[in-house]
């Protein structure tokens, strides 16, 4: 029993609200061992370029513009140095083709599969590659990707939700990192009473189906499903659950979960993308490898959505200003030896990422293009030198990008655009909603970085080992979709207006709780909500069909 139990439930909400006022103001949470980048004053800490005036109006382009090809590669198309990552492996020799690399790479940290791909590649096409194919690759490379080959879930990388009191700054624990729902099934109940009353709003549709954009281990999907029993009508007319996951790992992993967590529910499993007649007792539950599988092969019914922590995954494009006043796009190259670095205007290096003391240097580096890439043409809208087209609608005022200074960094998602697009053309077309939960902000800046075994590390740092990621661009989410956006809020915020504060004192007031499960109950509290841990660092942004009122939450 819990003899005291603050006295009085109320207590445990004074307590959270108090540690709000109290506390020290944290160090940010993306506090990186890169050089800090200046940029246009729009808020504090850290300190933003507003993403929707600075370099689009509307990132869905025109069919001449090669944007939705299936790498989203904005190099010259015509290059005839473009190899296969086969074929740059085969023909890679390293002395012709990076003479002026390390001979000995005494110091670097060692050689991983990938990195060995990336540097042939390099190599033998003769130019860097953009931080977006490096993040990709080292993310999702079929082999050595770090959510492809299984890293994220080995031996001993389970997290108990009951015993998590050795998580550390940025909730990296057991393998890299943690997520919101495997701290508290509370979340998955707050975000369940959202989806409900979206449900009943309308209309109770008799058939839905569920949709989670990277379930990781599963864990949210399952804490919805059991909070969808609440209301009989509600879980029964749930017809099918969509996951759009690759790792053959991790979708054994969630399906275990689900069995594991839903007793009482009958589950139907397919590996396959294919559709198949779906039984009224069951609930149907199919893997995508990515979401175009999902929009070719699913039913057009009503569909509830969720992306929690999984645009942070995707590629990013990185763009510089220069002294000189033009912009230019950042790329990863291959070290090389001291004597070999140059630094002039035809092809200006940036300063090096520096490892943290002691640590060995990386085996890539960045560097500016030395001439405007069509990526930067694109995205930024610059002209053929790199400055930025002052008579664009999309573009800000000659003067307002001078007052931006050099050094500034600006990072494009085309990938979470296109995401957030498509998931309102779906709601749109077939009922429902989606919400949208990751670490961001309104604006850009420099934010990529890399995490593997409770620390944070350059992203350049072994690819295919390390989980690399950014901060979302909210803003630029909400510009491209400006009828259906409602948000973004901080996740502190959103859970409170959607009950977590109700439900803590609810399950405090049970009378088999112990003092240890009370303590736990109020630390998932406090990490979910509190502003010195995830409440304000995460953004919940809504999605529903134009015209719909403003959901609850915003």
Not at 221 to 239: G, M, P, V, W, Y
């Amino acid at each position: 029993m819990y003899p005291h139990r603050f006295r009085c439930t109320a207590a445990i909400t004074r307590r959270f609200f108090a540690s709000k006022s109290n506390k020290k103001k944290p160090p940010s949470v993306h506090s990186s061992n890169k050089k800090a980048s200046p940029s246009l004053i729009l808020s504090s800490e850290p300190k933003l370029i507003k993403s929707p005036p600075l370099f689009y109006n509307n990132i869905q382009l025109s069919s001449e513009q090669t944007f939705r090809d299936s790498q989203f590669n904005l190099h010259n198309k015509n290059d005839d140095s473009l190899y296969s990552l086969e074929e740059a492996k085969d023909l890679y020799r390293p002395d012709l083709h990076l003479p002026s690399a390390p001979h000995s790479w005494e110091g670097y940290e060692p050689a991983t599969p990938l990195s060995d791909v990336i540097t042939a590649l390099i190599g033998v096409t003769g130019r860097p590659i953009s931080v977006a194919e490096f993040m990709r690759m080292a993310l999702t490379h079929p082999e050595y990707g770090y959510y492809t080959h299984g890293k994220t879930m080995t031996e001993g990388d389970e997290f108990d939700r009951d015993d998590h009191s050795d998580a550390k700054e940025d909730y990296v624990i057991g393998g890299d990192f943690i997520t919101a729902p495997e701290i508290s099934q509370i979340f998955g109940e707050c975000l369940g009473v959202w989806y409900y009353t979206q449900w009943v709003q309308q209309g109770k549709p008799d058939e839905w189906q569920w949709l989670e954009c990277g379930p990781g281990k599963g864990t949210l999907t399952a804490d919805f499903l059991r909070f969808a029993r609440l209301d009989e009508a509600f879980r029964k007319s749930c017809r099918a659950v969509h996951l759009i996951e690759a790792s053959p790992v991790l979708r054994q992993k969630q399906q275990e979960t689900l069995q594991a967590c839903q007793p009482k529910i009958s589950f139907v499993f397919h590996q396959s993308t294919e559709q198949s007649t779906e039984s009224n007792d069951a609930i149907h539950v199919y893997w995508h490898n990515t979401w175009q599988q999902f929009r070719e092969t699913t039913s057009s019914r009503c569909t509830f959505a969720v992306c929690q922590e999984f645009l942070d995954a995707l590629p990013v494009y990185a763009f510089e200003k220069t002294k000189h006043g033009y912009w230019r796009e950042r790329l990863v190259d291959v070290a090389v030896r001291d004597e070999c670095l140059q630094d002039d205007d035809d092809w200006p290096q940036l300063a090096a990422i520096e490892a943290p003391h002691g640590a060995k240097k990386t085996r890539f580096r960045l560097v500016l293009a030395p001439e405007a890439t069509p990526a930067l043409k694109t995205l930024l809208k610059t002209d053929e030198q790199g400055y930025r087209r002052s008579g664009d609608i999309a573009s800000i005022t000659a003067k307002a990008d001078k007052d931006i200074p050099s050094g500034s960094v600006v990072e494009v998602s085309p990938e979470s655009i296109f995401m957030a697009q498509d998931l309102a053309q779906t709601i749109q077309s077939m009922g429902g909603a989606a919400l949208i939960i990751d670490y961001g902000q309104v604006g850009t800046t420099d934010t990529i970085r890399g995490f593997t075994q409770h620390r944070q590390v350059p992203f350049l740092s072994q690819p295919g080992q390390v989980d690399v990621t950014a901060d979302v661009d909210f803003g630029a989410l909400c510009h491209a979709i400006p009828d259906q956006a409602h948000g973004p809020v901080g996740q502190g915020e959103f859970l409170m207006r959607m009950g977590l504060q109700e439900r803590v004192v609810q399950l405090l007031e049970r009378d088999d709780v112990t003092d240890e499960q009370a303590e736990d109950i109020y630390q998932s509290m406090v990490r979910l909500a509190s502003p010195e841990e995830m409440g304000t660092k995460y953004k919940v942004m809504g999605i529903v069909p134009t015209g719909d009122e403003t959901p609850p939450g915003f």
